[in-house]
């Protein structure tokens, strides 16, 4: 696992520590339940020989793995802000046998490139799964990581949506539960996405949201607050 520098606002990678020191050891086994939609995003990558896909706010390593065990001719890249989570990520990495086909770094998502990872080449894809919900500036973050991708790079998004179809009460309880673990669903995405869809329909874009506006799942070539 390698460090590198980044710059994510005065102690965010502390206070992602702190969050996840004893949280990463049961991490996957919650987050299974309410974190909606990851599967699909992979199963829909179809990957091609020799791609290089790059996870922004990789966690626990769970996506990277299955996206590595599915995709066998890929190569993959993971950047976290929590060394603590990393550790996790590092083991469940080497457990799995594929420690040389994943490179984790720890940095910060508005400041990644494919230079933190050792590349001189850009990636093909970037994926952000719930993970922009955390990040404190994540328009920087799309921003940054769309300069990371090849001209024919793709973009992926899964990550809560607004809740707006969900009951009011239900919506509120969400909303205050999750901000227990510093997550704020980023719901400026979600309308700036229905709105880029509705305003250009020959857009190679694909909009997916779960019932409930719970959640959506989301791939383009680049996304545009416009």
Same mark, same amino acid.
């Given at each position: 696992?390698?460090?590198?520098?980044?710059?994510?606002?005065?102690? +965010?990678?502390?206070?992602?520590?702190?969050?996840?020191?004893?949280?990463? +050891?049961?991490?996957?086994?919650?987050?299974?339940?309410?974190?909606?939609?990851?599967?699909?995003?992979?199963?829909?990558?179809?990957?091609?020989?020799?791609?290089?896909?790059?996870?922004?706010?990789?966690?626990?390593?769970?996506?990277?793995?299955?996206? =590595?065990?599915?995709?066998?001719?890929?190569?993959?890249?993971?950047?976290?802000?929590?060394?603590?989570?990393?550790?996790?990520?590092?083991?469940?990495?080497?457990?799995?046998?594929?420690?040389?086909?994943?490179?984790?770094? +720890?940095?910060? =998502?508005?400041?990644?490139?494919?230079?933190?990872?050792?590349?001189?080449?850009?990636?093909?894809?970037?994926?952000?799964?719930?993970?922009?919900?955390?990040?404190?500036?994540?328009?920087? =973050?799309?921003?940054?990581?769309?300069?990371?991708?090849?001209?024919?790079?793709?973009? +992926?998004?899964?990550?809560?949506?607004?809740?707006?179809?969900?009951?009011?009460?239900?919506?509120?309880?969400?909303?205050?539960?999750?901000?227990?673990?510093?997550?704020?669903?980023?719901?400026?995405?979600?309308?700036?996405?229905?709105?880029?869809? =509705?305003?250009?329909?020959?857009?190679?874009?694909?909009?997916?949201?779960?019932?409930?506006?719970?959640a959506f799942v989301w791939?383009?070539?680049?996304?545009?607050?416009?």
């Amino acid at each position: 696992m390698l460090k590198a520098d980044g710059d994510s606002g005065p102690g +965010h990678d502390s206070l992602m520590d702190k969050v996840y020191r004893n949280q990463r +050891h049961l991490y996957d086994f919650t987050r299974k339940y309410y974190l909606f939609g990851r599967d699909s995003l992979i199963g829909a990558l179809d990957l091609k020989p020799g791609e290089l896909v790059l996870e922004i706010g990789c966690g626990t390593a769970r996506n990277l793995i299955v996206m =590595a065990r599915r995709y066998p001719q890929a190569r993959f890249y993971g950047l976290d802000a929590s060394t603590e989570m990393l550790k996790t990520a590092a083991q469940a990495v080497a457990r799995a046998g594929l420690s040389d086909r994943i490179r984790l770094v +720890h940095g910060f =998502a508005e400041a990644v490139s494919p230079a933190l990872f050792g590349e001189g080449q850009t990636f093909d894809r970037a994926i952000f799964s719930y993970s922009l919900s955390m990040i404190p500036d994540w328009e920087q =973050a799309l921003s940054a990581a769309q300069t990371t991708l090849s001209p024919t790079g793709r973009l +992926h998004i899964v990550d809560f949506g607004d809740f707006n179809d969900l009951p009011a009460f239900a919506a509120r309880l969400l909303r205050r539960w999750l901000a227990l673990f510093h997550v704020e669903p980023r719901t400026q995405i979600l309308k700036n996405l229905e709105n880029n869809s =509705a305003g250009n329909r020959a857009k190679p874009d694909v909009l997916r949201i779960l019932p409930g506006r719970y959640a959506f799942v989301w791939s383009g070539a680049a996304y545009s607050s416009r």
